[in-house]
């Protein structure tokens, strides 16, 4: 199994800021996602993250916005740029390996913007 | 593109009766399904996946699962509730191919009255 850390676990911010969120993961996995939730609502998948290289991005979400690193396979970052009131939402940070391994999930990070 | 369906957004049941929530999905191909949980302030917990093989799939915390690939469904059922299952519960589906993502519903939120 693995366990995920994410850092900060909440956090209040003022328009027009940036955030970054850090995940940590106790053991390699192949792959790690970022998703949001936003009141009330699903998961909705922001991007993949690749080690070394730019994450891969679903429509709706732009690196400019969400820029992410992820320079080893333990470790990821997200960041929510020129944050505004409509990005107050739990960011989740997930890791697994193959489709059929178990899909691990952080605690979430929750973002408040004024 | 796959997605999921999840009809009911809210149910409610009493302590030590049966539970089923319902999940549709759409999916070209052979789907890989989850149920998750989410319980309040906490991230998402594997409940059960199928991927293949026997369609009645059990899980933990007493929860099984029925694939019906002619329904398109794979409803999650408990024979007897506890007060500790209230929670969110998000049905999803993978993919095979690509990034292998994974679409989550829109989750049922569960009440338990004693």
């Known amino acids: 199994s693995a366990v995920i850390s994410q850092k900060p676990s909440r956090d209040i911010c003022q328009r027009g800021t940036s955030l970054t969120i850090q995940c940590q993961v106790d053991s390699q996995v192949t792959m790690m996602f970022w998703y949001r939730q936003q009141p009330g609502q699903s998961l909705t998948l922001i991007a993949t993250?690749?080690?070394?290289?730019?994450?891969?991005?679903e429509s709706g979400f732009v690196i400019d916005k969400f820029p992410i690193s992820r320079p080893n396979l333990t470790f990821s970052t997200l960041t929510v740029s020129n944050m505004s009131p409509e990005d107050s939402s739990i960011y989740l940070c997930?890791?697994?390996?193959?489709?059929?391994?178990?899909?691990?999930f952080g605690p979430g990070t929750r973002l408040l913007v004024l | 593109a796959q997605s999921v369906t999840q009809p009911d957004i809210h149910i409610t049941v009493s302590e030590g009766a049966s539970l089923e929530l319902r999940c549709n999905y759409s999916y070209g191909a052979t789907p890989y399904l989850f149920w998750y949980v989410q319980s309040p302030g906490q991230g998402l917990q594997l409940l059960l996946k199928y991927f293949s093989g026997d369609t009645l799939v059990q899980g933990i915390k007493g929860f099984e699962a029925e694939f019906k690939r002619s329904q398109s469904s794979f409803n999650l059922r408990k024979p007897s509730v506890h007060w500790s299952d209230a929670a969110e519960y998000f049905c999803a589906v993978g993919a095979s191919g690509g990034y292998q993502k994974v679409t989550f519903g829109t989750g049922t939120k569960l009440q338990v009255i004693p």
């Open positions: 993250a690749n080690q070394g290289s730019e994450a891969t991005y």
């Open positions: 997930s890791g697994r390996g193959t489709l059929q391994e178990t899909q691990y």
